[in-house]
């Protein structure tokens, strides 16, 4: 863990869970509690596939109401944000960066067995070996900065280019091996506004904008990193 770490959060065995001390306001596209919503906790579920003795499929039959269960039964009660990845939690990134009074912590969990540009045709989109591990670039992002809706909306945007540009800079290709990949067909993002100084936008020529990408910069690359390792060791 980074020095100074404020986010309280824990590992339990396949899902990392985020609680917060105090309802949040969230955006994200995740599956369960997507959108701009006040929550109180966010979970990042490893979901096991293929032939595994530890497999679970039953998210697939509602996995809305799996996230929703899961986070009950961990504690977190209430509205809860729930992200699904078939990444190892022992991939887990942690980055936290700070200046000027604001700060940003970072959770990553990083796949790109899925990888796409964006405008890639979807026929070409799966795996054609089924015992391919579908992956996912998972980006949580806890702030002290009290974020207007605009800079929410914009904070997921600055996440994105930063996470493409490093995609781009490691030469992550597309499934077809075409292209030079723009993310992955699952990725989430998720941004957690918090209670401190007031920033109205987050663009790239703001600081928390520069925090931003900064921070997911580096949470990529390191988590994939950690994701070739897991997957050459796997």
């Known amino acids: 863990m980074p020095m100074s770490w404020n986010t309280s959060y824990r590992v339990v065995d396949r899902t990392l869970v985020i609680p917060f001390t105090s309802t949040r306001r969230v955006i994200s596209s995740a599956v369960h509690g997507g959108g701009i919503v006040y929550a109180h906790g966010i979970l990042n579920h490893q979901v096991i596939m293929q032939n595994s003795a530890a497999n679970d499929l039953s998210h697939e039959k509602d996995p809305i109401r799996y996230l929703g269960e899961l986070a009950k039964h961990l504690g977190i009660h209430g509205r809860c944000v729930g992200l699904m990845t078939a990444v190892d939690m022992r991939c887990l990134v942690l980055r936290r960066v700070e200046a000027g ?23 070409t989109q799966l795996p054609q070996n089924p015992e391919i591990k579908i992956g996912t670039i998972n980006i949580i992002l806890m702030t002290n900065a009290r974020l ?8 997921v945007g600055v996440a994105t280019e930063s996470k493409t540009a490093m995609l781009f800079s490691e030469d992550i290709k597309n499934m077809s091996g075409t292209h030079v990949a723009t993310g992955t067909g699952t990725d989430v993002v998720a941004v957690v506004s918090g209670q401190g100084p007031f920033c109205r936008f987050s663009g790239t020529h703001t600081k928390i904008g520069e925090l931003l990408g900064l921070v997911v910069s580096e949470g990529v690359k390191e988590g994939l990193q950690k994701y070739r390792a897991w997957r050459d060791s796997s």
Do not use: K
Request: overall charge negative; glycine content about 12%.
């Open 101 to 123: 009074g604001l700060w940003i912590e970072g959770f990553f969990t990083v796949g790109v067995t899925n990888a796409v540009r964006a405008g890639d045709s979807i026929l």
């Open 148 to 155: 207007s809706s605009a800079a929410m909306v914009c904070a």
